[in-house]
């Protein structure tokens, strides 16, 4: 599974756009991109999964350059229960990975009013 | 019904007791597993269960035990804890089979957990 690095933490007011960037740049041609967000004592759950260009949901849109090596999870105006921790994961879910849902550090992302 | 149920939500246990995770999901999936999480950390893997069989265990040690009696539970049974496994266990389920081409990392289920502390 390719290594994925992102910021520590980032603060936001409500209403504001956060951006959260995740660098990947050892992502295989058949990997996917994938964001879970967690809130305090809860599970992760997923919320965007993209492979090239844009996709965007009810959630958050995911943008990913050409080359692949990083993408942005963009949360648009941000409300105080968006205040989790966001994981970005790399990998293709094939037999080799399947299981091995493997997490980073995540991005601990704080709305302030 | 498309979420996982943990049971019980809290769990205080000395080192010299025996007790007892358990996981329940009722949307067919046939993968199950248990994820460890500590304060301010990841969650980290610990059992694959694929069709009620263990396919994975992350080198956990013999003090935590597994077991899935049927494609629904999942059960973790705990036995001689230390303080330091005092954490947040977490347990998830994903889509049956096993993935022959690539669907990414999209398909997984979590529970609320269980917060589990060692005295």
């Known amino acids: 599974l390719a290594k994925t690095t992102q910021p520590i933490s980032m603060d936001s007011y409500e209403g504001q756009e956060v951006n959260i960037t995740c660098s990947h740049n050892?992502?295989?041609?058949?990997?996917?991109i994938t964001w879970y967000q967690q809130f305090p004592s809860q599970g992760p759950r997923f919320i965007i999964q993209g492979y090239k260009t844009k996709v965007t949901n009810e959630v958050a849109s995911l943008f990913i350059p050409a080359d692949r090596k990083s993408s942005t999870l963009s949360l648009p105006r941000v409300s105080l229960s968006d205040t989790a921790v966001y994981y970005c994961l790399v990998g293709e879910g094939t037999t080799d990975s399947w299981g091995k849902l493997q997490f980073g550090a995540g991005t601990q992302v704080v709305v302030t009013p | 019904d498309t979420e996982v149920t943990q049971t019980p939500k809290h769990l205080v246990m000395g080192m010299t007791n025996k007790k007892s995770l358990k996981c329940e999901q009722h949307?067919?999936?046939?993968?199950m597993y248990w994820y460890k999480q500590k304060a301010k950390k990841p969650p980290e893997l610990m059992f694959v269960y694929s069709y009620e069989k263990l396919s994975i265990n992350e080198s956990v040690p013999s003090r935590f035990s597994p077991e899935c009696p049927n494609s629904s539970l999942l059960n973790l049974h705990l036995h001689a804890l230390q303080p330091e496994d005092s954490a947040l266990y977490l347990c998830a389920s994903s889509q049956d089979g096993v993935p022959t081409a690539g669907i990414g990392l999209y398909g997984y289920t979590f529970g609320s957990g269980t917060r589990l502390t060692v005295v």
């Open positions: 949307m067919g999936h046939r993968a």
């Open positions: 050892n992502i295989a041609t058949n990997d996917y």
